[in-house]
């Protein structure tokens, strides 16, 4: 039984399916960048008292 690789088969049903995937992706990326960024700031406050 060969390997079949459904998320490959999933995508190229529907081409617009990976653009949708790809614009998901963009937004998550983005917005953990400013979470991980936001916290980082929340840290160095905290450890130097400032809050």
């Known amino acids: 039984m060969p390997y079949e ?5 999933y ?3 529907d ?3 990976r653009v ?5 992706y963009t937004r998550l990326m983005i917005i953990s960048t ?6 980082v700031i929340l840290y160095i406050f ?5 809050i």
């Open 5 to 9: 690789d459904v998320v490959t088969k």
């Open 11 to 13: 995508l190229d049903e």
């Open 15 to 17: 081409p617009e399916r």
């Open 20 to 24: 949708k995937l790809f614009k998901l």
């Open 34 to 39: 400013f979470t991980i960024a936001a916290g």
């Open 46 to 50: 905290i450890a130097f008292h400032i």
